[in-house]
């Protein structure tokens, strides 16, 4: 059974893991991160401290077609990132609650191609 300091010792090496992975991202200085898998609540509080939006589990396909209409290249990893990555066609992105639901939208994109 682990011991206190044990799960301090764990909680600390997550935290610089997850510290490693939010910076990576920010040193391209995005507006919006999307992910088709979860985000952790530390990423995501780090990432807004910065002014970066991000959506979290959206499906493939949808990710693929946002991709595609804002010139992006889907990566896997933050680690594999590069400039040529990152888009730059979206233009505005809004969240909207209709009835119970926040829905977020990605509207004005400069050269659409989806």
Not at 83 to 101: H, M, Q, S, W, Y
Request: with cysteine.
């Amino acid at each position: 059974m682990l011991k206190e300091e044990d799960w301090s010792i764990l909680l600390k090496m997550e935290e610089e893991y997850i510290e490693e992975l939010y910076m990576q991202i920010l040193k391209f200085k995005p507006n919006l991160v999307i992910t088709e898998k979860g985000l952790s609540d530390l990423a995501s509080h780090n990432l807004s401290k910065q002014g970066v939006s991000a959506i979290k589990r959206l499906r493939k396909t949808d990710n693929s077609r946002i991709a595609k209409a804002c010139g992006v290249v889907i990566v896997n990893r933050p680690d594999e990132l590069q400039e040529f990555n990152i888009g730059t066609g979206a233009g505005l992105f809004k969240v909207k609650k209709i009835r119970d639901d926040f829905f977020a939208f990605i509207v004005d994109y400069k050269d659409p191609k989806a």
